[in-house]
């Protein structure tokens, strides 16, 4: 499965957080999409990177509705 839009999204943002490594949202973002696809080990990955940012700030993106929903799935 090459996730069609989704799956090029996550291509680009992958690349964009290569470019911004200090800025958590390309990397919020791929994890939404990955998430999405059902890529949990990649979603995880992010996650435990480090690059979302302080505690604070991936609990606030973790409480949008796009992950939440498949986290409550796994």
């Given at each position: 499965m090459n996730g069609g839009?989704?799956?090029?999204?996550?291509?680009v943002l992958k690349e964009?957080?290569?470019l911004f490594p200090v800025k958590p949202m390309?990397?919020?973002?791929r994890a939404c999409?990955?998430?999405?696809?059902?890529?949990?080990?990649d979603t995880?990955?992010?996650?435990?990177?480090?690059?979302l940012g302080d505690a604070k700030q991936i609990?606030?993106?973790?409480?949008?509705?796009?992950?939440?929903l498949r986290y409550e799935d796994g």
């Open positions: 839009v989704i799956g090029n999204a996550k291509v964009a957080a290569k390309a990397q919020y973002n999409y990955c998430s999405q696809l059902g890529q949990l080990d995880r990955l992010i996650w435990v990177s480090g690059t609990k606030l993106m973790a409480l949008e509705e796009n992950l939440k």
